[in-house]
């Protein structure tokens, strides 16, 4: 067994304007292994894979080796990947206009003819099959990765950062020998690379990085998914406000031990109601709801109720959400919200019958990332401020003052960009926004996507308050932790319709995967 790890960092900090954003970080990644690096939303995770990826450079005096061999610092992009430093980020780096083949080579060069110095496409694709192969990834090399499923994509990410690496002269490959040692000697560096992915496309992707480890490939792993961590990772660095706090086997910790270890204490969850507690009069009711996914499907929903929505990918789940927003129309069937028909045209007119939305994708729908963290916060609650058409600047900042304490988002400075706050606190953002107008009905997609362990349970506590003032709460989301502890009921649905429903204790991450992979594939 080889003992040398196959990353070591050793004393590596990292100044911004006078703040320390890295401090003297000392970590060895083992080889052969999954490091799982943890850390909340500025920790310096980013901060230290940058540094890695060449594109900071870090303050003087750190070192760091590579397979034993110590790489000189600041590292340039190119110098990271001679040296066999692979990274994979949630924007993949892949083109979709190309083949598979053609985004393998924009890595490691093109398989040339021997005299003319042309591409060989016959030898590029077979140099990419074997890479493939190795991995079990069934894609042909000459097919867009534009056609390909997100997990796919993902998974044609890796794939690629692993291919073996040709001798100087050589255009062919060897998958027995050339590809495994092309495993062994790089160092992937996966940053939240499922963040985006329904739960059973991310399993997937997990599978493939279990196979990597097989083959003796090494990886660091950045995710705030715990489950995933628990699943993937052999080891575990912590980094917190910069500096690393632990660095250990994972063993046998559980997610709770695992998240007030990345957290630095113990969450404080809000208590749990009795069903007599939850037992509001209907509010919302939908029969016979159609549209594109969403076939016949029957809902009804109470005030003060927690209700989580989930299922397979194409389930229906997301179009529902926006059906009830007013961001889509239903094809067929019928909405009553409070005992009255409920069908609204747009979303505006979904806010003016008190039901408000927080978006699936909120970097696109749910802040304007040049606009300041105030701005964003009262966006659309403008006219709450506004006499004569003469916005009272002073009134709208109190109130963005209030709701940025309220829902506990940290930032500098109202005034900061929305887009320098971490992803935690964007979401806290239009999570508050959204409650502000003290809705009937709060919608959520996908709440706690890139968003770490303590805004994670602040959100969850936030909308149990919510909860217990009478507000109805519908969460859509592939990630099953959302449900536990949290939701009322939660619906499991198979190709647009209710295939499963379970409450109170029946609620858990095994029960809800249980129900999910009961439905057929939609």
Known sequence: MDLTPALRISGISKTFTGQKALDSVDLDVPTGAVTALLGMNGSGKSTLIKILAGVYSPDPGGRLHVRGTEVPLPLSPQAAHAAGLRFLHQDLGLVDALTVADNFALSDGFAARHRLAAVNVRRQNEHTEATLSLLGIKVHP???????????????????????????????????????????????????????????????????????????????????????????????????????????PLGGRDSRSIVSLVVGRQLEEAPLRSAAEREGEVLFEATGLTGNRVRNLDLSLRTGEILGVTGLVGCGRSELVRMMAGAQQPSSGTMHLGGRPYAPPSPAEAIADSVACVPQNRRRDGIVLDMGVGDN????????????????RKAERLHADQLGKDYLVKTASLEAPIRTLSGGNQQKVVVARAASSRPSLLLLDEPSQGVDALARQEIANLLRRLADRGTAVLIASTDHDDFVGLADRVLVLDRGSVAAELSGDGISEDNIALACQRTAPC
């Open 142 to 248: 000459g097919r867009p990765v534009g056609e390909l499923s997100p997990s796919l994509r993902t998974m044609v990410g890796i794939a690629r950062a692993f291919q073996p690496v040709r001798a100087p002269g050589r255009d062919t490959t060897d998958p027995a020998a050339d590809g495994v040692a092309g495993l062994r000697r790089n160092v992937l560096v996966l940053d939240e690379p499922t963040a985006s992915l329904p739960v059973e496309d991310a399993s997937r992707v997990l599978d493939l990085i279990e196979v990597l480890r097989e083959h003796g490939g090494t990886a660091v792993y950045v995710s705030h998914r715990i489950e995933e961590v628990r699943r993937i990772a052999d080891h575990v660095a912590v980094l917190r406000d910069g500096q690393l706090v632990a660095a250990e």
């Open 377 to 392: 916060l009262t966006l659309g609650r403008l006219a709450r401020h506004t006499r004569a058409g003469v916005l009272n």
